[in-house]
């Protein structure tokens, strides 16, 4: 499975966060609107992703600890050719968890992917994925994720905990987790 380190937080300031990643990015965002539904699975997370712009569907399984703070992130991740028939498929099989519906502005520094999301029924967040080499330390990656933060002047206080699909499905939507 490939790992990354991510951390997730409110994003208070929207468009003040957007000039400082772009001034930290390689190149200009990728912003695109995209939706995941959220299964029912044993352990770990199981979603499917549909992109707005004609980028080809994935299948995305991940595992990660529910905390605050930088956390590894495991996961796996399949292209879809029918979204349709694997969603109808998938719904068959398990139950459907729930939806989120976001638009993302990805923007690439280094080896960390920030991305300024603004979800649909929660407001606007920010989270870093710090992608790992099979021989890269866990911690490395953390204090990047924190360095990182820092510069883009996200507050702790802002930390958030879990996936989107919980804080819709726990009714958080624009208040603090």
Aim: aromatic fraction near 8%; hydrophobic fraction near 40%; glycine fraction near 6%.
């Amino acid at each position: 499975m490939a790992r990354n380190i991510e951390l997730k937080a409110h994003a208070r300031a929207f468009d003040e966060l957007r000039e400082r990643a772009a001034a930290l990015a390689d190149d200009a965002p990728l912003i695109f609107r995209q939706q995941d539904f959220f299964y029912d699975v044993p352990r770990g997370r199981l979603k499917l992703r549909q992109f707005d712009d004609g980028t080809p569907a994935e299948l995305i399984f991940y595992q990660r600890d529910d905390r605050d703070g930088p956390k590894a992130s495991y996961y796996s991740r399949s292209p879809v050719t029918n979204a349709d028939a694997m969603h109808a498929l998938l719904a068959q099989a398990l139950s459907t968890r729930g939806i989120v519906t976001k638009e993302r502005h990805v923007y690439l520094t280094g080896r960390t992917r920030i991305h300024l999301d603004r979800v649909d029924g929660l407001g606007d967040f920010i989270e870093l994925e710090v992608v790992l080499a099979p021989d890269d330390n866990e911690e490395d990656g953390a204090a990047e994720a924190h360095a990182l933060f820092k510069q883009l002047g996200v507050a702790q206080a802002d930390l958030v905990a879990v996936a989107y699909v919980d804080l819709l499905n726990d009714g958080l939507g624009g208040r603090a987790a």
